[in-house]
């Protein structure tokens, strides 16, 4: 595979990195999606890294079109930088191969980081999920099932789903919450700063409300690097969030 694949990209006219980031400009018929490289990587040359993505064949992403590699959180906040940016050069099947390069980050990249592009924006309710899943993120139950599909949400979700989902989650974390109380009380931490200062997490969590999860939710967005690319228990990162002082968007 790599000695078809590179001949092929070495023909390519030499890539041109004349942007840092996707950006929509304000375009209501874009929105930026990431998609998680694979472990298929060439390098082109010093600078240059071919990465792979895989997609379902109803993606539009197209040749030419601009992807930002970032990395996904392990350790630190670090292992998020930017990793360079490049265009998509050649699509074979449902796999995408983008030429990176201007990596200032110190870091080389690797399965499982995030690729950043433009995308159309699909004909479906836009609310918090998609935007979650826009970072790859998925939100699951106590039991690692997941709340909502983060691929499959781009071709098909409505409000009423939505919905549903986030009354999934309010379950979830009153089940999580009672759970511990009966059998870990200990685990009953005082919150000791932010709006539930005072109260008890798992006792907040059995009043969990929709508008909780609501707040929660719109903190990830608007602070997704922690997230990014990852599978979490809903009711471990919403009781993290809680001791934490329930951190909110500025709006």
């Known amino acids: 595979m790599r000695k078809i694949i590179l001949p092929l990209l070495l023909l ?5 990195f004349s942007q840092s980031q996707p950006r ?28 792979q993505v895989q997609l379902p064949d109803a993606f539009p992403v197209k040749e030419k079109q601009l992807g930002v590699l970032r990395g996904v959180y392990n350790t630190s906040h670090a292992d998020t930088a930017q990793k360079g940016y490049g265009r ?16 200032k980050s110190g870091m080389w990249p690797k399965q499982g980081d995030l690729l950043y592009t433009l995308i159309d924006k699909p004909a479906i309710f836009t609310g918090q999920v998609v935007k979650l899943a826009a970072h790859y993120i998925e939100l699951d139950n106590v039991y690692d ?10 071709y098909q ?7 549903r989902m986030i009354d999934s989650a309010v379950n979830d974390i009153k089940f999580t919450g009672n759970y511990f109380l009966a059998n ?18 798992l006792n907040l969590m059995m009043q969990c409300k929709a508008s909780q999860v609501n707040d929660f939710m719109s903190y990830i967005i608007a602070r997704p690097r922690l997230y990014a690319g990852k599978k ?6 919403f009781a993290t969030w809680l001791v934490e002082g329930a951190p909110a968007v500025i709006k």
């Not at 390519?12 to 041109?16: D, H, L, P, R, W």
């Not at 099932?145 to 781009?154: A, E, K, N």
């Not at 870990?184 to 997490?201: A, E, W």
Request: charged fraction near 20%; charge should be negative.
């Open 12 to 16: 390519i006219s030499q890539v041109s």
């Open 24 to 51: 929509n400009n304000g375009d209501s018929t874009k929105i930026t999606w990431a998609f998680p490289v694979t472990g298929y990587m060439v390098d082109l040359n010093d600078s240059v890294k071919v990465v």
């Open 88 to 103: 998509c050069h050649l699509i074979k099947g449902d796999f995408y191969y983008f030429s990176i390069g201007n990596n």
């Open 145 to 154: 099932q997941p709340l909502y599909d983060r691929v499959g949400v781009y």
């Open 157 to 163: 979700w409505a409000e009423s789903d939505e919905k």
């Open 184 to 201: 870990n009380p200990s685990m009953n931490q005082l919150i000791d700063k932010g709006l539930y200062k005072g109260q008890k997490v």
């Open 232 to 237: 979490w228990k809903i009711s471990e990162i």
